[in-house]
């Protein structure tokens, strides 16, 4: 019975949304460590909120902390992207018996190289920006059938020598239900309260500069993943909840004289995705993925996708598997290569 009222409540959230705005989910905080996590996973899509036969990634929902692994999983990869862009990722898997798991996780992006102008025109030197996620989630087994996790995520951007970097606090809570053995159910919600605030005075020395704050998007996530012993075929529903600032400008007469009234507004949208992922145990040295995503349903043409492989190389020891993904980034802006080393220690 408390189960049912636990699928009842994570599928009628969506409908709190449904008087909202739709909007593009592009250029809000935090959108260069949404990209994804690791060759396995970005070779499906990204559709692993349910999927397990992967491995236990807590990036995508904190109860994959609480999956029970014989081993302790280490993921290593680095990423190819166009533009000048960074994104490496690493990854680490602990049990904690009875019944419980730890994954803790880094992951770094940034743009090297970027041409820095004055006013006029004028080249002023390179420069770059940086952001670190540092991610921790504990998981529990709470029966056979149902995992739930928590994860707490420790931001941190730099964008500016003249500008202090800024440092924010997510918290990621998320539910692991296997319907029936070959079939998984799973929900999450991410980056709660996680936010940036910027203060440009320093860097345009002007004392009436005010904070600008910037929300990362509030992701509820709902996933399912049929898993046979040879294949899996996933599937993952997003709704992003955005929320920005924009001012309003009003002119008010005073005395016979114009003044102008700036206020700030906040803005509430959100944004609607879908994934889909697939895997293939094509030998037992040899797994073939592919992955399809749509980032804005309003918008059938920003579709993205992905293809990969795992070599699992002969030696006893650590168990090693060599993973690549290729990704068609959404709406095909560039194309992304993804390297990763999985060891089991």
């Not at 036969?53 to 999983?73: E, I, T, V």
């Not at 803005?267 to 889909?276: C, D, S």
Request: proline share 4%; aromatic share 12%.
């Amino acid at each position: 019975m408390k189960m049912k009222k636990i699928l009842i409540i994570t599928v009628a959230i969506p409908f709190l949304f449904a008087s909202a705005l739709i909007a593009q989910p592009g250029g809000f905080a935090g959108a260069s460590q949404r990209i994804g996590f690791g060759s396995k996973a970005l070779g499906m899509g990204n559709a692993m909120t349910a999927t397990t036969s992967q491995g236990a990634f807590a990036y995508y929902n904190p109860a994959h902390a609480a999956l029970f692994l014989d081993h302790k999983q280490l993921d290593i990869s680095v990423s190819s992207l166009a533009f000048d862009r960074i994104h490496q990722t690493v990854s680490g898997v602990f049990q904690l018996p009875p019944a419980a798991g730890l994954t803790i996780a880094l992951i770094r992006t940034g743009i090297n190289n970027i041409d820095g102008r004055t006013l006029s025109g004028y080249p002023d030197g390179e420069f770059g920006t940086s952001e670190y996620q540092v991610l921790t989630a504990f998981g529990i087994r709470m029966s056979k059938k149902v995992h739930a996790g928590i994860g707490f995520k420790i931001n941190y951007a730099d964008y500016h020598n003249d500008i202090d970097a800024e440092t924010s606090v997510g918290i990621d809570l998320g539910i692991l239900y296997k319907i029936k053995p070959y079939l998984n159910f799973g929900f999450t919600i991410q980056d709660m309260f996680a936010e940036y605030r910027w203060n440009s005075a320093q860097l345009y020395n002007q004392s009436e500069s005010r904070n600008v704050i910037n929300k990362f998007p509030t992701r509820f996530k709902w996933g399912l993943a049929y898993q046979k012993e040879k294949y899996t075929i996933s599937a993952d529903y997003e709704i992003q909840a955005l929320s920005s600032e924009a001012n309003e400008e009003e002119i008010f007469i005073a005395n016979g004289r114009p003044a102008l009234l700036t206020s700030i507004l906040e803005l509430k949208t959100n944004a609607q995705q879908f994934r889909l992922g697939a895997a293939w145990n094509a030998h037992e040295r040899i797994s073939l993925r592919g992955g399809y995503n749509l980032p804005d349903l309003s918008n059938s043409d920003s579709w993205g996708a992905s293809g990969g492989f795992s070599l699992y190389l002969p030696f006893n020891k650590f168990s090693p598997s060599v993973d690549y993904a290729f990704v068609l980034e959404p709406n095909r802006i560039s194309n992304m290569h993804v390297f990763s080393l999985s060891l089991k220690l």
